[in-house]
């Protein structure tokens, strides 16, 4: 069945090097996907939505010179936190949404299961 | 997208129903209510979604008022499984680059204990 699935679950990197966290959507082709963050005991807050082919829109605040997100095919979709600090830690989660919409929960995105960076 | 308000916490006895009360007094014709739930450290799970009428699957129903102002989500024999921040989310079903895209509140912290 359709699933979004992230790669890594879980890094630890150094302070000033950088991360890159992929998703991928199996048995169905997503033609948006959206990246969240979730700081801990906060909720999800959208940091940009990405259309295969086409430039990521950044929500506002979010600098996207230091989040980097490329979605050159209709399955994968990668994140890249560039020079990270210990503040950019937090949970990483990124859905995906097909214009279809043919099964259940794509008309609301389906989601990975996240990934939890920690920057030292 | 209309604005969704619930309560922060609520707890419930296992095999009991939980009911999750979602106020949406703003939402507009167009707009469905969806429900998704996030266990500690997982990606949020989709639970079930309606426009006006009441919708049943699986893991839940979800009853709408007939006015739309506000809806229940309910689980009808929750498990310890079911511990878990509940999201109502109220979002039109436009297309174009939005689709899919979800404003998350601060949700409801459902307890189920023994």
């Known amino acids: 069945g359709a699933v979004v699935s992230q790669h890594p679950s879980r890094v630890i990197c150094k302070s000033g090097t950088s991360v890159k966290i992929e998703c991928r959507s199996l048995?169905?082709?997503?033609?948006?996907m959206f990246w969240y963050r979730q700081f801990p005991k906060q909720s999800l807050m959208l940091m940009a939505t990405?259309?295969?082919?086409?430039?990521?829109?950044?929500e506002q605040g979010v600098e996207k010179d230091k989040f980097l997100i490329n979605h050159a095919s209709l399955t994968l979709s990668t994140l890249t936190v560039t020079s990270a600090h210990p503040e950019d830690s937090s949970f990483y989660i990124c859905?995906?949404?097909?214009?279809?919409?043919?099964?259940?929960?794509?008309?609301?995105?389906?989601f990975g299961p996240g990934t939890r960076l920690t920057v030292l | 997208d209309a604005k969704t308000t619930q309560p922060p916490s609520m707890d419930c006895a296992e095999g009991r129903a939980a009911n999750l009360p979602c106020n949406h007094s703003?939402?507009?014709?167009?707009?469905?209510v969806y429900w998704f739930r996030q266990i500690h450290s997982q990606g949020p799970q989709y639970i079930i979604h309606?426009?006006?009428n009441n919708e049943t699957n699986e893991m839940a129903s979800l009853i709408i008022t007939e006015d739309r102002k506000s809806s229940t989500l309910i689980l009808p024999h929750a498990t310890l499984r079911d511990t878990a921040v509940y999201y109502c989310?109220?979002?039109?079903?436009?297309?174009?680059?939005?689709?899919?895209?979800?404003?998350f509140g601060q949700g409801t912290i459902l307890t189920v204990h023994p």
């Open positions: 859905s995906a949404s097909s214009m279809t919409g043919s099964f259940k929960g794509t008309s609301g995105g389906l």
């Open positions: 990405s259309n295969e082919g086409s430039k990521a829109t950044y």
């Open positions: 048995d169905f082709q997503a033609t948006t």
């Open positions: 309606g426009l006006k």
């Open positions: 989310i109220v979002r039109g079903l436009n297309g174009g680059t939005s689709y899919g895209k979800l404003t």
């Open positions: 703003t939402i507009s014709g167009n707009e469905y």
